[in-house]
């Protein structure tokens, strides 16, 4: 066989099997997006690279944030009390600007698991937890969580006996939830900065546990 | 409604089906539960969604639910797995 065309002769697959690219808009709301932007840039309310630093200021955003404030609540239990009585103010405190969100701290015990979600849209603690997963977003998670928190729960790894009580916490109106995890065994005589590295963002939403001293999950 | 509601109060959730933005989601219209905390007022999301100033601010309780009476026994959850959602007054009957 002469071949000029490489390996890519013996052509037994199809290019009908390419992951599609993101779509072209079509829906209304997001002509509605687009004419809202360029009119706020066209009429010179805000620059297009104002638009896009907001978008990258939030992106950055990440959930180090809160695991900096759940490893103080385990390594000192009089600010695990304020941040139980007062969010808003503990975070403040902490360094972080949470505006005007009311936030809520809910602490996991071996008797009481909290896990968040929010059945009507996508709220989040967003200034400390950043930008929510997609799986956070999607319908399935929302639906089922309410209904079926045990199976979903088992499929993110996090299987609770029956003595443990599963509230599910739907996150409906101002108020944004911070879920505390259990602090593991074994994590006596960690540093603080040792101990966030085990608490993760989903732990921090209540789909998981911390991870154990290791970083392992346990 | 202008009297708080106190924590540990019996509540129901008012079964109504109005049109427009509103934040009680279907699935506990006509539930009954019980207030666990209140987080004070806050502007009205029925009227902010049109533009409007949502004044009069109402008061915002987190209620709790038992999974068992929400769903009738169909989902998946032990026997003392609970639910909570956060409830503007205006939708709260007290029981």
Known sequence: ??????????????????????KEPK?????????LRELLVDKGILSAREIQDEIEAWEKKSPEKGAEIVARAWADEDFKARLL???NQTIRDFGIEVDVLKMVALENTSDLHHVVVCTLCSCYPRPILGVPPLWYKSKQYRSRVVREPRAVLNEFGTSLTKDTEVRVVDSTADCRYLVIPVRPSGTENMTEQELAKLVTRDSMIGTAQALDPLGLRS | MSDQLKVGSKVRITNAYPPGHIRTPFFLRGKEGTIIRHFGKYPNPERLAYGLNGLPKL??????????????????????????ADIYETWLEPI
Not at chain 1, 3 to 21: C, R, V
Not at chain 2, 60 to 69: A, G, H, I, K
Request: charged share 20%.
């Open chain 1, 1 to 22: 066989m002469t071949n000029t065309h490489g390996s890519h002769t013996g052509h037994d697959h199809s290019h009908a099997d390419f992951q599609p690219d993101i």
């Open chain 1, 27 to 35: 829906e209304d709301w997001e002509f509605l997006e687009i004419t």
């Open chain 1, 85 to 87: 009585e007062d969010a």
């Open chain 2, 59 to 84: 008061n915002l309780y987190q209620v709790l639910f038992d999974m068992e009476s929400t769903w009738q026994g169909d989902g998946s959850f032990a026997a003392n797995d609970t639910l909570t």
